[in-house]
């Protein structure tokens, strides 16, 4: 992890706990006929925060695993072609060419 990375994280950190002192009144949720007892506003908040993390998982999941098979595929197919482009080729069966002027019949 990169200096910048640790003190992004160190941050965002600091800013959540501070978020979190600030916001500890307690609230009472509704949802239907759902009613919940006083929960801490930012463990509310948190609970929906992971909530939505957790379905845009599950929505983008079929996407990304096509795209997973479809690069996988694809670097099967390079693979493949390099495997083929490294192969040694055999020596191929053309017969030398005649010098000028000859006929095949005369060079032999």
Excluded: C, K
């Amino acid at each position: 992890m990169t200096i910048v990375a640790l003190i992004a994280a160190l941050f965002i950190a600091v800013l959540l706990v501070l978020f979190g002192a600030q916001n500890a009144q307690p609230v009472s949720l509704h949802f239907f006929n759902w009613e919940s007892s006083a929960v801490p506003l930012v463990l509310a908040l948190g609970v929906a925060l992971l909530l939505g993390a957790l379905l845009t998982f599950v929505v983008t999941l079929p996407g990304r695993l096509s795209a997973w098979r479809e690069r996988r595929g694809m670097q099967h197919r390079l693979d493949e072609r390099l495997r083929e482009d490294l192969r040694p080729q055999p020596p191929t069966a053309t017969s030398p060419r005649p010098p000028d002027g000859q006929s095949e019949s005369d060079a032999g």
